[in-house]
Nanobody
């Protein structure tokens, strides 16, 4: 069973930056989309950013201009560079991959932004 391995979460002060990384532990056939979602307790999991196999990128309005998603196709790794973080960005961030035969989720990494 392929797992998504995330790294890069942590505690940062408001205005700071973090970079999240996510890579599958094995091979995923024909990756269609890679992205990041986030969730706070009691609320639904929301899309933060995603990038398709052909490089089409979407961002949530709340992160536009502050977050940048990118991918390394050779490593099948997706990154989320988060700048100008604010306390409202505090959440568990989940990596997501859609392949030809199914969807995969990471275990989640906590991002906490202190004011």
């Amino acid at each position: 069973q392929v797992q998504l391995v995330e790294s890069g979460g942590g505690l940062v002060q408001a205005g700071g930056s973090l970079r999240l990384s996510c890579a599958p532990s094995g091979s995923i056939f024909r990756i269609i989309v890679m992205g990041w979602y986030r969730q706070v307790p009691g609320k639904q999991r929301d899309l933060v950013a995603q990038i398709t196999a052909v490089g089409i990128i979407n961002y949530a309005d709340s992160v536009k201009g502050r977050f940048t998603i990118s991918r390394d196709n050779a490593k099948n790794t997706v990154y989320l560079q988060m700048n100008s973080l604010n306390p409202e960005d505090t959440a568990v961030y989940y990596c997501y991959v859609r392949g030809a035969y199914g969807d995969y989720w990471g275990q989640g990494t906590q991002v906490t932004v202190s004011s």
